[in-house]
């Protein structure tokens, strides 16, 4: 009888453990997540800010952009501004899909993402940013595409 008694209290005890050893792991793969999350959201920030500096640091390019958004007619594609401008575009393009699709995997809460599509409805009213888009909407992935479509169209009504 106390052989049974210690058997059933060791496989009490070696049970709980199990418990708490599964619970350890819930908590320690939620905490990874969220730092992954942090990482990913950082990384996030450091391309807008490295992208903003192009803007910042090269007065050259500086004007081209100021240019270019008030004439989208001015440097054609072909010609080196012409290009250079389609590829700040392309850029920024680039990381808004990235953004969506972090919000589509719960990075950004609705508030959040919500700031961001206003900055993307106030760079894709400018004629020139737009005409890029149109010219390379079939490079980017089907349901980004949509979207962004979709608060184009809110906007050019």
Request: aromatic letters at 14%.
């Amino acid at each position: 009888m106390k052989i049974s008694a210690i058997n059933e209290g060791v496989s009490l005890i070696a049970n709980i453990g199990v418990i708490g050893s599964i619970l350890f792991l819930g908590l320690e793969m939620q905490q990874n997540t969220e730092m992954m999350q942090s990482q990913t959201r950082n990384s996030i920030v450091e391309n807008q800010l490295s992208f903003y500096e192009r803007g910042i640091e090269n007065n050259d390019f500086a004007k081209v952009i100021a240019e270019k958004r008030l004439d989208p007619s001015l440097y054609p594609f072909e010609s080196p501004k012409g290009f250079q401008y389609a590829l700040f575009v392309a850029s920024l393009l680039r990381m808004w899909e990235n953004e969506f699709y972090q919000y589509q995997i719960g990075l950004f809460d609705s508030d959040e993402f919500e700031a961001r599509t206003n900055t993307w409805k106030q760079e894709m009213s400018v004629t020139a940013n737009l005409g890029i888009w149109r010219s390379s909407e079939n490079m980017y992935a089907p349901d980004f595409r949509n979207y962004l479509n979709t608060i184009i169209s809110e906007i050019w009504q």
